[in-house]
């Protein structure tokens, strides 16, 4: 059975940080290709991160030079830190794998983040 957990979410006030955390289980995590996304109330899913297999990234211009994403294979983790943040970027943030062969696609349920101005 595969999970992805998210949890780090929360309430901040804008320029704050916050540190996502997504927990694989059931998948081969180093074969996958993983990702952040977040959905705003009214507002199409988007891609926030992603981070390939062998170690590529590739952000949303909406949060460059301010969100960095990472992996730490031997704990199947994949993570999110999230600096300057701004009330625009309220929104749930889900985390997502894929297979980086077979396109496998699994969704973890979403952690909430709210900034306040």
């Known amino acids: 059975q595969v999970q992805l957990v998210e949890s780090g979410g929360g309430l901040v006030q804008a320029g704050g940080s916050l540190r996502l955390s997504c927990a694989a289980s059931?998948?081969?995590?180093?074969?996958?290709?993983m990702g952040w996304y977040r959905q705003a109330p009214g507002k199409q899913r988007e891609l926030v991160a992603r981070?390939?297999?062998?170690?590529?990234?590739n952000y949303a211009d909406s949060v460059k030079g301010r969100f960095t994403i990472s992996r730490d294979n031997a704990n199947n983790t994949v993570y999110l830190q999230m600096n300057s943040l701004k009330p625009t970027d309220t929104a749930v943030y889900l985390c997502?794998?894929?297979?980086?062969?077979?396109?496998?696609?699994?969704w973890g349920q979403g952690t909430q983040v709210t900034v306040s101005s």
């Open positions: 997502n794998a894929v297979h980086a062969l077979f396109h496998t696609n699994y």
């Open positions: 059931g998948i081969i995590f180093s074969r996958y290709n």
């Open positions: 981070t390939t297999n062998d170690g590529g990234t």
